[in-house]
């Protein structure tokens, strides 16, 4: 299963971006679709997520006055809006999704079993 990640790029601080994430649809049942994020020398870090049963999206306290995750079902996308941003943002996001369901929308990396290749971020000061 290929997740799409695409969207980032370089930018300047304070500048804004949306980061996509398309899926498979009718072949692929998600519970949960999330963001994860892993900058030089760091452990990936959650970013935001969805979760599709219960219809609601949520994201890390760190990132949630200037992120909002969205997602689009009939296009099977999944965005990550980022506005003001900082150099500390900078690193390669990763879209990831998760088959099982999970009452709590998970935020470990390690119960995402999908995962795609990532999209560089580079917020210059």
């Known amino acids: 299963v290929q997740l799409q990640a695409s969207g980032g790029g370089l930018v300047q601080a304070g500048d804004s971006l949306e980061l996509s994430c398309s899926y498979p649809?009718?072949?692929?049942?998600?519970?949960?679709v999330a963001w994860f994020r892993q900058a030089p020398g760091k452990e990936r870090e959650y970013v935001a997520a969805?979760?599709?049963?219960?219809?609601?999206?949520e994201e890390a306290d760190s990132v949630k006055a200037r992120f909002t995750i969205s997602k689009n079902r009939a296009k099977n996308t999944v965005y990550l809006q980022m506005n003001d941003l900082k150099p500390e943002d900078s690193a390669v996001y990763y879209c990831?999704?998760?088959?099982?369901?999970?009452?709590?929308?998970?935020?470990?990396?390690?119960?995402?079993?999908?995962w795609g290749q990532g999209t560089l971020v580079t917020v210059s000061s």
């Open positions: 649809g009718r072949t692929l049942v998600l519970n949960h």
């Open positions: 969805v979760s599709w049963s219960r219809g609601i999206s």
């Open positions: 990831a999704a998760a088959s099982a369901y999970y009452p709590v929308t998970p935020r470990r990396a390690e119960r995402y079993n999908y």
